[in-house]
């Protein structure tokens, strides 16, 4: 079966940096996204990794350990707008997705 | 401008009733998808579909029917045989397998289904 972890809840302050983390359990991965989803809005998405390392867009960077099944999403320079939900999903081999529980952020001024 | 379309934003469905979401979309995309969202929760995959007139069960099919007789189009059917269908349904595209993007989903606006 497929399964990822994230955390359900960080808070933090306008400008700040936030690491949102996700592990997962999987076969045939393919790789990892994250997604942005306001309130009662469609997800967006963000970032993608599908080899280890990093990759930057702008205030928004995503990490990949293949190795370690894990992943992170880094969003720098906080801002209020980012207050969201954020989930990982992972990319299988035969192009189906399978998303976390997400991650709700809020951000303070 | 190229994108999905789902339709209606609110439906309500009574007891017994089969209930029909529509999603559309314009990027010549190959892959749809169709999504359930409870509140709090991530997404789940209902139905996929890979190509015209072909489909896959997802994770919790059950209670759920689609078509795929023509591209741009992947209809829901949530019968009545779904007994908790109250929920955020999201549908979503992307090029395809072997194709250029093929790992970004694009979502539509979402269709919130209530039961009278």
């Known amino acids: 079966g497929q399964s990822l972890e994230q955390p359900s809840e960080v808070t933090a302050v306008e400008g700040a940096i936030v690491q949102i983390n996700c592990t997962y359990q999987?076969?045939?991965?393919?790789?990892l996204s994250w997604y942005q989803q306001h309130d009662g809005g469609a997800p967006t998405f963000l970032s993608y990794?599908?080899?280890?390392g990093l990759e930057e867009t702008g205030r928004f960077s995503s990490f990949l350990s293949r190795s370690d099944s894990y992943g992170y999403l880094l969003l720098q320079e906080l801002q209020m707008k980012d207050s969201a939900s954020y989930f990982c999903?992972?990319?299988?081999?035969?192009?189906?997705?399978?998303f976390g529980s997400g991650t709700k952020l809020n951000v303070k001024p | 401008d190229g994108g999905i379309t789902q339709s209606p934003k609110y439906l309500f469905r009574k007891e017994g009733q089969n209930v029909t979401l529509s999603c559309e979309q314009n990027l010549n995309h190959d892959a749809m998808y169709w999504y359930r969202q409870d509140p709090g929760q991530g997404l789940r995959l209902i139905y996929y579909?890979?190509?015209?007139?072909?489909?896959q069960k997802g994770d919790i099919a059950e209670g759920y029917s689609v078509s795929r007789e023509k591209k741009e189009s992947f209809p829901l059917t949530v019968t009545s045989a779904q007994k908790n269908p109250t929920a955020f349904y999201l549908c979503?595209?992307?090029?395809?397998?072997?194709?250029?993007?093929?790992?970004?989903?694009?979502f539509g606006p979402g269709t919130r289904l209530l039961v009278l």
């Open positions: 979503a595209s992307d090029p395809g397998r072997g194709r250029l993007g093929q790992e970004t989903q694009y």
């Open positions: 999903a992972v990319v299988h081999n035969f192009n189906k997705f399978y």
């Open positions: 999987t076969s045939g991965f393919y790789g």
């Open positions: 579909s890979q190509i015209v007139n072909d489909f």
């Open positions: 990794n599908a080899l280890d």
